[in-house]
């Protein structure tokens, strides 16, 4: 009896997905023959977008990117802008950037986290996950007056300093977030189904991950010790000491493993960065009021940094006029999407369902 | 060939090939350990189109910036020698209009098939609107006149 | 075999002896609610030099000039920044490129009126939520 | 002192003076259990939903506060009445029957879901309120009914499956075939040690035959966990939610249905929820029969004893991720049923030493 091909579209409306994509998948009765990405769905070309702005006003359409961590994406363009117009930041500024981004980065663990507990079949996970996250959002407002889309970093500093209710909030989300994320983590770790259900499944060998140049947890669950903070350090992520988490499992148990072990170190980080923060200026007074709209810069630069899905880069040119002539982003959930199919070959469904969340895609990022 | 070398400015070495060495230059730098391929970007400066690659590597800092300049949009396509240029290039003529030989599936990306021009080129015409629908058989309908738009 | 789930378990029946979190909005005020919330753009006319800064760094346009015949001085071209609250993106860069701070972004959050145009003329613009409520 | 439901309305009606033994026909008798056992299903039928919509209820707070969040409290004091506008939703929301779907079978999916499920409530031995015994049915059968009624849903959730002309609930009608196939024997082993042990099928003896010995869950440990799985894959409860599982299938079968129609798989879903642990009860823990300290109450310590289930069956529910198809097909043929066999040798022991005799 010849095989049964059955051609399912896991389409871009589908409950665990991620956001908008559309799997071609390919079915034998359950296993997954071939498992194509189909992305595009919420393609609004960023980098086009930007040709007809100022530098400054950017920032809006960098925030839409990975709309999970999305302080990170706008470091990243504000970084490449920097380097390429030659603006001095002060001092506080910097650190108070390595502050918001490790917090962000814990955030958006946690959404990967709740989801992927929601992928497997738990419902519990994701109300504690949302619930830590719920006090980074609301460490987010009080300095930057908004939960999602932060707008916090400024081209050449922050808009505004800590106010002073910042510092007790902050030191009780510290004091006991490493036990909640513990509460978190024993939902997971010991569970014989969930070991059962993520453990030597989707396979993904460091010659692969090298060859579709991924980045991030994905890669350093690979066995790859790969982490942007450490081989080219940016702001002043070599003043902190942390360590990079590292598996050689190659499945999604690593990738399980190794996220939650970054929440722990940017944890560390966080706590460091803010007994380290030297008083002054946070802002560079040059581009404070009217100065944010005559920006210019002639040239390219490309900045690399660390977002909580891997190397984000932002590549500038400029033409010396006030608005930048091209910015290309590379997004790492895009390369971490292409390898999709490499590494559901011959899975049941549910594994499909279950290594999709853990490669964490955002779709804002990958479509760009 | 290289044509050009330099500093940019933010410290990086720069090469700039001839499009036809474009493979030849990739290999061996390859060889010379920068394994990783950071970012393959399309700049178009209207008289011609220059594909920049970032090259890094996985185990120190090291980072190359190779350039190749292109009139007629054709270039040969490095997908032997990385897995990620393969959505890379399929990027780059989705957006650019610069097609790649010897790239497995040259097709768009992001936009539906029948997408007229590239939105990245600097002569793209912004003001013309594109409606996109779905025909019969699930394949995309690209047409100009806003009916077929939903 | 069954002591992880039995943990798991554990720690879920736990949770049942806490607190519930969720804070009934409408009932109850939201308690983190801060001073710099980036709500509604509110404009003050008095000290508005009319330098149109706010509406070129407007990433989508939203904040245009619009001639508005107020005269407080300094204003010689009466134009005033009128902001469409529907494509607002409430990302502050107004507020913070502002020479006289005289366009800002208030606390108000309850922005549902019998209005349908949400394109507010610099008059409305300048009157906060409970004014307008209370003034049509 | 057990009195049957026949003779507790001839007590009422004679005690109000009314004697109606006139006007009956020629077969009276045949006749007035004809009315007796109407009247009794439609009571069963009333209280059935109004328990599934209890345990609804009973479901959302608890997952709620498992969840540190408030669950339903605006509709009605503490949300009582969210369930009957949620039924009342149901009721009024269209019913949209897509085009290209096999009409019959399509429309009686649901039907052959819910049904088997409200019978099966007839079997239950209800025990005693005051001595007034709430048993429908004395036939000595009862056990085997309520296997074949049970065997009846899955069959409904694969046509459901097949009949809406959908890839996805194609897979989930096949996975509902595999999870019934593969957990139902188990379950049937280890109701025949309880057979064995008691001797009989009638559901009554075996919970009175409980009051007198202890309970078989402790005489029979194995079989006792062997039958708490299976009844728990027979409810499809997330470990086990295979036929519907929201995350990868869309909702598996009951991916076209809509307003009335899937109120009714719903209620089917929590409905086995508490017939599950009703049945449980009553053949493990000897439900219904009464106890010595509390004579006549034999209905309160069911209710007790099902609740208990009902909450373990629904923080299970609650904390467990879903199970994989073929790790699930393979835990149930190569450990639950030897288990089961297992259980079988054991209950041969016992016998030996309760009644000496094989």
Redesign the interface.
């Known amino acids: 009896m010849e095989e049964k091909i ?1 051609e ?1 579209n896991f389409g871009p409306q ?3 997905t991620h956001g908008v994509l559309r799997l071609k998948v390919k ?1 034998n ?2 296993t997954v023959l071939s498992a194509e990405p189909i ?2 769905y919420l ?1 609004r ?1 960023a ?2 977008l930007s040709e007809f ?2 530098y ?6 960098m ?1 839409r990117l990975d709309y999970v961590g999305n302080h990170n994406m706008e470091l990243g363009y504000v970084l490449a802008v920097e ?2 117009a030659g603006i001095d930041v002060p001092e506080r500024a910097i650190w108070l950037r390595m502050l918001f981004a490790e917090l962000n980065r814990i955030a958006s663990h946690l959404v990967w986290a709740g989801t992927m ?8 996970p994701f ?2 996950a949302f ?1 830590e996250r ?1 006090r980074i959002l ?1 460490l987010f ?6 939960r999602l ?1 932060y ?1 916090y970093i ?1 081209i050449g500093g922050v ?2 300093d800590l ?1 002073n209710e910042f510092d007790e909030k902050f030191k009780e989300f510290v004091n006991d977030f490493p036990a909640r994320l513990n ?1 978190l983590k ?12 993520m453990k030597g499944i989707g396979i993904l060998p460091p010659e ?1 991950a ?4 991924i980045t991030g947890p994905v890669l350093r669950a690979s066995g ?1 010790n ?1 982490d942007i903070r450490k ?2 350090p940016y702001l002043y992520y070599d003043k902190v000491d942390f360590e990079i988490p590292i598996s050689h499992g190659m499945d999604n148990y690593a990738r399980f493993e190794v996220r939650f072990k970054e929440m722990e170190q940017s944890l560390k980080i966080a706590k460091q960065v803010y007994e380290k923060l030297p008083p002054g200026e946070y802002q560079n007074s040059l581009y404070k ?2 100065g ?2 005559n920006i210019k810069g002639a ?6 940094t660390e977002s909580p899905r891997g ?1 984000f ?1 932002v ?1 500038v ?1 400029g033409d010396g006029s006030k608005k930048p ?2 910015v ?1 982003i ?1 997004s790492p959930a ?2 971490n999407l ?2 999709v199919n490499e590494m559901v070959k011959g899975l ?4 499909l ?1 279950a290594t999709l969340s853990t490669l964490d895609p955002v779709f804002g990022e990958v ?2 | 060939m290289i044509i050009e070398e330099g500093v ?3 410290g ?1 070495k720069y090469i700039l090939v001839e499009k036809s060495t474009l493979i030849e230059e990739l290999n061996n730098l390859k060889n010379q350990g920068y ?5 393959m ?1 399309a ?2 400066y209207k008289k011609y189109r220059e594909v ?1 690659y ?1 090259l890094g590597s ?4 090291r ?1 190359i ?1 190779l350039k190749v300049r292109t009139e007629d949009d054709i270039l040969q396509s490095s997908t032997p020698l ?3 240029a ?2 890379f290039e399929r990027e780059i003529y989705d ?1 650019m209009g610069i097609k790649f030989e010897g790239h497995p599936n040259l097709k ?5 098939e029948g997408w007229h021009g590239h ?2 080129r600097k002569d ?1 015409d912004m003001s013309k609107k594109q409606y996109v629908n779905m025909k019969e058989d699930g394949t995309d309908l690209v047409s100009f006149n806003p009916e077929d738009g939903w | ?5 039995l ?2 378990m554990f ?2 029946l736990k ?1 049942s002896r806490r607190k519930p ?1 969720t804070v009934e909005y409408p009932e109850k005020e939201i308690p ?1 609610h ?5 709500g509604r753009v509110i404009l003050n006319l008095d000290t508005c030099i009319g ?1 149109s ?1 706010c509406s ?5 346009e939203s904040d245009h000039m619009v001639y508005f015949d107020y005269d407080n001085g300094k204003n010689k071209r009466k134009i005033y920044p009128a902001v469409n609250i529907g494509t607002c ?5 107004c507020q ?4 006289t701070g005289s366009i800002r ?1 208030s606390n108000d959050m309850t922005l549902a009126s019998f209005e349908k145009d949400f394109d507010y003329l610099p008059d409305r613009l300048s009157r906060t939520e409970e004014e307008l409520k209370h003034h049509d | 002192m057990i009195y049957s439901i026949l003779q507790l309305i001839n007590f009422i009606l004679t005690y109000i003076g009314i004697s109606y033994s006139q006007y009956l026909p020629p077969y009276g008798a045949l006749f007035q259990r004809l009315i007796v056992d109407t009247i009794g299903a439609l009571l069963i039928f009333i209280a059935a939903s109004l328990t599934i919509v209890v345990v609804i209820y009973i479901f959302r707070k608890w ?1 709620a506060d ?4 408030i669950g339903p409290n605006r509709v009605g004091p503490y949300g009582t009445l969210q369930l009957i506008a949620d039924a009342l939703k149901m009721f009024g929301k269209e019913d949209i029957i897509p085009d290209n779907v096999d009409p019959i079978l399509f429309r009686f999916a649901p039907y052959l879901v819910f049904i088997p499920l409200i019978m099966s409530y007839l079997l239950i031995p209800y025990g005693t309120i005051y001595h007034w015994a709430i048993i429908f049915t004395n036939v000595n059968v009862t056990l085997l009914l309520i296997i074949a009624f049970s065997a009846i849903p899955p069959i409904g959730e694969i046509i459901a499956g097949f009949a809406s002309n959908n ?2 609930s ?2 989930g009608a ?1 996975r509902a075939a595999a999870q019934d196939l593969s957990y139902e024997i188990p379950m049937m082993i280890s109701l025949i040690g309880v057979i064995m042990l008691t001797g009989s099928l009638n559901l009554n003896t075996i919970s009175q035959y409980q009051w007198h010995y202890i309970p078989i869950a402790i005489l029979e440990p194995i079989g006792f966990l062997v039958f708490f799985v299976a009844v728990l894959s027979k409810m499809a409860v ?2 086990f ?1 295979l036929p519907e ?6 909702s598996g079968f009951n991916v076209e249905y809509s307003g009335l129609r899937f109120g009714i798989f719903y209620l089917g879903v929590f409905g086995s929820i508490f017939f599950g642990s009703l049945f449980i009860s009553t053949v493990y823990l000897g439900g219904g029969s009464d106890l010595p300290f509390l004579p006549g109450f034999g209905y309160i310590w069911l209710l007790i004893k099902a609740f208990i289930f009902t909450f373990l069956f629904l923080t299970i529910w ?10 699930y097909m393979n835990f149930g043929w190569k450990y639950l049923l030897p288990l089961s066999l297992i259980n079988l040798l054991w209950t041969m022991v016992l016998l030996l030493f309760i009644h000496g005799v094989l």
């Open positions: 059955l399912v589908h409950p665990s079915l009765g359950e992305i595009g393609h070309n980098e086009k702005n100022y400054a006003s950017n920032l809006i359409f925030d380097k390429l507990g929601l992928d497997l079949g738990m419902i519990t109300f504690y619930r719920e609301q407002e009080m300095v930057s007056g908004a889309t707008n400024s808009y505004n106010p509460e024993s939902l997971f770790e010991k569970n014989e189904i969930f070991i059962q259900r692969v090298k060859s579709y140049s790859v790969y081989i080219s009021k009217s944010l709209i040239g390219e630069s490309y900045v690399r190397e880069g590549y040119v002539y091209r290309r590379r895009f390369h292409s390898a049941k469904i549910a594994d369902i479509d760009r | 940019l400015k933010d990086t394994d990783y391929l950071i970012l970007s700049v178009d920049v970032h996985y185990n120190d800092n980072k910036v990385w897995g990620a393969n959505w957006l768009r990306i992001f936009l539906p939105p990245l793209y | 075999m069954v002591k992880g789930i943990k798991g720690v879920v949770h979190v983190w801060t001073k710099r919330f980036r330098c800064l070129q760094i407007c990433p989508n993106t409430y990302c502050g860069l913070a490129i502002c020479p972004l | 997952m498992l969840q540190q969040r890839k996805f194609l897979i096949l997330v470990p939610d599982s929201e995350s990868e299938l869309v609650v904390s467990l991720p879903r199970i994989r198809v073929d790790k």
